[in-house]
């Protein structure tokens, strides 16, 4: 007997319906941790889907990351709570827009159900490539990244940038240079002090761990990025380091520093091997590791950055 | 042996899920928070099963990933709660 | 095959979900959980796109789930942001109300951009 | 001997099941926040530990066994501070 079929079923009806509840909660900080449910079982769902990568990533940013984030600020906002709350809209209009969803929901399955059988891919030229260019990584999703679309990743470090300069910001003018609000409390529990002292030391050889491991298996330089991220804000949370000054200079050097690299060793590839973005073939594996070390880096930093929020004055949090 | 891990595995993910019902009934909010913490304990040993049963590779470092992060939401949220209320201060308009 | 037709409903009822959270929520949060449903319903398409195109000997084509892993870190990016103006919104105005008509703290008085 | 291996991971597995559906039925029956926590550490602690123990034989490899083992330490760790910090949040009125 197998048993797949069921577990795929009970597995689809789990997350269709804590997204429901994330819609349906009555107040906020309900729909918050249901959000954080949804994260946890859409990273199950990516493994059913065979993207191991995926999931790990899910997990780290969808699940823990954007979890710490929300938290965060929805429990602030819910405790000083509920400042004017707009009028309900009407009945009808509610019916009428469900049913727009439902139509909109039929209408793009219907879509997806109808696509070819014999599916468009390029996965033969993501090979050729992992074979080629991003020569000896056995992870095909990293030589994608690395190497057939490396361009498209390093402009999506470039958006981390910027979304770190978009959230810094949206802060009060007098603060700009300052800080961010601390993380926690003034004087944080023992138990957090004691998890603050001996997660992050194990979690950091994890998150290198897993960085390493993205050249042939799954993992990567966004997943580990993503868990040394998490293991910076653990430390921040207990107050063992606080978010740096937003003026710091090594603050912004390692920010810059992944999209910097990369763009620098594609402009030597230009020079060198050939065309934007070519390694030579013999220093292929090496370069692409070098450039991906300063992406960990990159993301490392600005992921805590950009949950501890803009500058906030002195005293103020 | 594999559809047996698997069924035990769609078993701790069915009674984790069914936590959640601490989601919809709080009364408080650490409450809630519990039961992701669960929720998160149960993806873990759902992860470990899947992972002996199907051999994908790579979900053993997805559990080893997702179990660093298993508290992080609820240190966060314990961390917000534990501030003294003129800590959470609301910037003064001056 | 069946898992795939499974994940194409889910995926389907995400983004169904996600848009009439989006519409109908007067708060500003819930409308970026609501937002960010859509975002993984659109994943999972990709997901599913990825999974149908398994060749050249690979069990799913790394294309599109390699972009929805940089998906992923840009929609957390976004999230980022959408959270930084709520939060500042409420400081500025005692309230995340997007309804222009309802009164509010800094009527009259607004010393601060 | 396989034989033996697998009736120890059935054993272990179903165990491990067993506190979690025990760590779901108490958080949602038991009556107040403090004992739900008692309820949640089983599951943890006992539910992930019993399917680790269980899937321990069935490694391949040394480096694999390693990594199940860290990944229960690594819940006991984060699991038992964030129950302390519930613990004290709950005993000093803040939830």
Known sequence: ????????????????????????????????VAYVAYGIFLAIVWVRLYAPDVALTEAAVGGGVTGVLLVMAGKRLDVSATMVVAKKPSVAFSAFVAACSILLAGSLAAVILSLPDAAPSLAPQAAAAAQGPGAGLGNPITAVLMSYRSFDTMLEKVVLILAVVGV??????????????PFGPATPSDALLFLAKTLPPIGGLIGVHIFWTGADEPGGAFQGGALLAAMWMVAMMARLADPPPINSRWLRLALISGPAVFLAIGVAGAMLAGHFFAYPSALAKPLILFIETFMLLSIAVALPMLVAGPAARKGVR | MPNFLLAAAGLITIAVALGLARILRGPDDIDRMMATQLLGTGAIGTMLLVANATGVPGIDDLALGIALLAALATVAFLNVVELEPDEMGH???D | MTPLIVATLV???????????????????????????????????????????????????????????TGIVVAFAASAIAIAIIVRLYKLEGGVDLDPALPRKSDGESTES | MSLAIDAFTIICVAAGVFFYVAGTIGLIRFPDSLSRLHALTKADNLGLGLVALGLLPRASNFPDAFKIIMIWVLVLLSGASAAQMIGRALRRGRR
């Open chain 1, 1 to 32: 007997m197998n048993v797949q079929p069921f577990l795929d079923i009970s597995l689809a009806a789990l997350v269709i319906g804590v997204a429901l509840f994330t819609i349906i909660a009555k107040d906020e900080f309900s729909a918050v």
């Open chain 1, 168 to 181: 810094w910001s949206v802060g009060a003018d007098e603060a700009w240079g300052a800080a961010p609000a």
């Open chain 2, 91 to 93: 910037e003064s308009r």
């Open chain 3, 11 to 69: 995926a389907a009822s995400l983004v169904g979900i996600g848009v009439y959270g989006f519409i109908l929520h007067p708060h500003p949060l819930r409308k970026l959980l609501a937002f960010n449903l859509i975002g993984g319903g659109v994943f999972l398409v990709f997901g599913i796109v990825a999974r149908r195109g398994s060749a050249a000997g690979l069990p799913f084509d790394p294309v599109p789930q390699a972009m929805v892993i």
